[in-house]
């Protein structure tokens, strides 16, 4: 189907304003730019919210714990942020943490996990599979039941929500009950039929992946890796159940829904849905268009489907 009209308007305003792409930006100033895009939303009110720092492989993992109005204990959503493994934060991930820490009745610990390119492959990784540990062993602390755990993501945190489930089977914990996988970055190949199709003009481009992965892991021959591209795993059985939701108009679209097609054949519960006329990151969106609502709709309703008592 065409472009969804709110998002063609969305696309029309900004190519009226044209700036320099991220790829020419200094990191920083990048940054700047995509906690302007995804700014943070204390009106959505949840329980309480409380920021803690824990001990990692390579220095203190930050953590914003969301706890959402009620007596608990509550079952825990394990949210890494999305930028491309160089760009988001818990700020750029407040407003979709808020939400599913509300929508679900769950608490949502975000992971402010080290960054590239001050910190490359595996650095995220580690970080992000260390404070899934940490969630699980302390749950009680923060009135949160371990046994209802799940990890989310979107774009490149789909990517870590994605590696983590992976590691937690072969490591033998934490036991992982769903995987919510928004948009994933799945493979770092620049050649599928939704790469050639939106290589440009819908937001991310086949440029920026590019520059992503640059700065995330480059060394090609890594991200081979199924840490790094988990589509090259070898093995998706006894993987957590996952809702993996793709745009129509997103250059990842392709190895998504690959993703999805691996762990179906692996016999493990999954649902694919792709949203036509849609563009990548509709989550942050779903506020502002009605036409992202029901994305954000479907994420909390496999959520508190999959992590009910």
Not at 85 to 101: E, K
Not at 143 to 161: H, I, M, T
Not at 176 to 204: K, M
Request: charged share 20%.
């Amino acid at each position: 189907m065409p472009l969804h009209p709110e998002y063609d308007a969305v696309l029309k305003q900004l190519a009226a304003t044209p700036g320099p792409a991220l790829t020419e930006l200094p990191v920083a100033d990048g940054r700047a730019m995509y906690r302007m895009m995804r700014p943070a939303a204390p009106d959505i009110a949840v329980g309480a919210v409380a920021d803690r720092a824990i001990d990692g492989p390579g220095g203190r993992i930050g953590l914003r714990i969301y706890t959402p109005q009620g007596t608990g204990p509550f079952p825990i959503l394990v949210n890494f942020h999305g930028g491309g493994w160089v760009i988001g934060d818990l700020d750029t991930a407040d407003a979709v943490s808020r939400q599913l820490s509300s929508d679900v009745a769950c608490v949502v610990v975000s992971v402010d996990y080290r960054l590239a390119p001050e910190h490359r492959y595996p650095a995220a990784v580690d970080d992000c599979y260390a404070a899934t540990q940490w969630v699980s062993q302390h749950a009680a602390e923060f009135n949160g039941d371990a046994r209802r755990l799940a990890v989310a993501g979107e774009s490149a945190g789909a990517n870590l929500a994605a590696v983590v489930s992976h590691l937690a089977r072969d490591r033998k914990g934490p036991a992982i009950r769903f995987q919510l996988l928004a948009y994933p970055v799945t493979d770092a190949n620049f050649h599928t039929a939704s790469y050639r199709a939106n290589a440009e003009g819908y937001l991310l481009t086949r440029e920026g992946m590019q520059w992503f992965w640059d700065q995330y892991c480059p060394d090609v021959r890594e991200r081979n890796n199924p840490q790094a591209s988990p589509l090259q795993s070898q093995n998706f059985s006894g993987l957590p159940a996952a809702l993996i939701m793709t745009a129509e108009f997103d250059p990842l679209r392709d190895e998504g829904e690959a993703y999805a097609a691996k762990l179906k054949a692996a016999g493990v519960s999954v649902e694919c849905i792709r949203f036509d006329g849609l563009i990548h990151d509709f989550l942050a969106m779903s506020r502002q268009l009605s036409a992202a609502k029901p994305g954000m709709d479907k994420a909390t309703s496999a959520l508190r489907k999959a992590l009910q008592a």
